[in-house]
């Protein structure tokens, strides 16, 4: 009988001592959400404020878009599938080099060569965007450059 009501008497503390830490966990959490509130309510007026302030809005940053002309092009099968030597056999060196700077150009490649952008620049879907393209590659991309590269050039 004394050990029981030693234990209740030990469960009885530790419910006080846990209710304590609640209760004090409760009004921390209440204190931290007041200075939320009012840190928001300042954030709030001072933009307000800088809104009847301002002569004339910034104006937002440009959004940098993602540019990829699917599809497009003379030689679409440069990026849609591993190309072999039955593609290009009946080609011109030519036109296996706008093949290959199709692929490029897809991504929004800037050309440094007067011919190549004056080619590109003359098509419909295409965008001079990047002077470094070569992170936006697919893997076939990559593989199809890398052959025309390798085996015509």
Known sequence: MKKVLIAIVLVSLFSCKNEDKEKELLQRENEVLKKEKEILEQENASNAY???????????????????ADGEGDYPQ?????????????????????LK?????????????????????????????????????????????DFIHKNYE
């Open 50 to 68: 800088n809104n009847e302030s301002a002569a004339t809005p910034e104006p937002a940053a440009p959004v940098q878009e993602e540019f990829y």
């Open 78 to 98: 440069g990026t849609t599938r591993l190309l072999d030597h039955s593609d290009l056999q009946n080609l011109s060196m030519r036109e296996i080099r706008i």
């Open 101 to 145: 700077n199709e692929i490029f150009a897809r991504h929004g490649y800037i050309f440094k060569n007067k011919e190549l952008a004056n080619h590109f620049n003359a098509q419909p879907w295409y965008r001079a965007m990047y002077s470094d393209v070569s992170g936006l590659l697919s893997k076939t991309e990559q593989q199809n450059v």
